[in-house]
């Protein structure tokens, strides 16, 4: 089956200890992204990859790090995270970075800082 | 300052009938738009899209009416259905721009 995953689905943890949440797409595509959803705002983009080792902020990047070391796998880093990351973060994966191309989300995964 | 907005965060429409949900955008470069929909617990899914050089693209019960010279969007479910009831967002341009997203409840 298509999808893209993620893991892990919810998370709480404190200020400062960092956390890796992975994403992962079986679809060969070459573009993938992180999302994040916040209460009247939508979805904002953090981190974006055109294709292995390319990477490139989005809207919201800071405080956040991510590699593309393969193809299928696109990890999100905090680093240090703080409060005003507790949020609804999402993976998302697509052919291209043409709009034109479906863009497939994964579940989700709800973070808590405290 | 927000490029896609969707200023009704809730709408409710009573089984059957027309729902209609709106989307403003600020970028006259935009040349194509999306709209998802995104259930509880999961993440969006793609709807239907439309290209800036039509006015209208009809999809079974989603029809989605584009307003270039307004720089405004909607998306028009018909007959509405309980099952239609998730969030829906709007989103543009070459790397999606999203609105805030409009909370749709279909009451049977």
């Known amino acids: 089956e298509a999808q893209v995953t993620q893991n892990p689905r919810y998370l709480i943890t404190v200020t400062g200890k960092k956390l890796t949440v992975t994403c992962s797409q079986n679809m060969n595509h070459e573009y993938m992204s992180w999302y994040r959803q916040d209460p009247g705002l939508g979805l904002r983009q953090i981190y974006y990859s055109m294709n292995v080792e390319v990477t490139d902020k989005g809207d919201v990047p800071e405080g956040y790090k991510v590699s593309r070391k393969e193809k299928r796998n696109f990890p999100l880093i905090l680093e240090s995270p703080s409060p005003n990351q507790t949020s609804l973060y999402f993976c998302?994966?697509?052919?291209?970075?043409?709009?034109?191309?479906?863009?497939?989300f994964g579940p989700g995964t709800r973070l808590t800082v405290l | 300052d927000q490029q896609v907005k969707q200023n009704s965060p809730s709408l409710s429409v009573q089984e059957g009938r027309i729902s209609i949900l709106n989307c403003d955008y600020t970028n006259s470069m935009f040349d194509y738009f999306l709209w998802y929909k995104k259930y509880p617990a999961e993440g969006p899914t793609f709807l239907i899209s439309?290209?800036?050089?039509?006015d209208k693209n009809e999809d079974g019960r989603f029809t989605v009416f584009l307003n270039k010279s307004a720089k405004h969007l909607s998306l028009h479910i018909v007959p509405s259905q309980p099952g239609d009831s998730a969030v829906y967002f709007c989103a543009a341009g070459n790397k999606l721009v999203f609105g805030a997203g409009t909370i749709l409840r279909v009451k049977s």
């Open positions: 439309i290209s800036s050089i039509k």
């Open positions: 998302a994966s697509s052919l291209s970075v043409s709009p034109y191309n479906e863009q497939f």
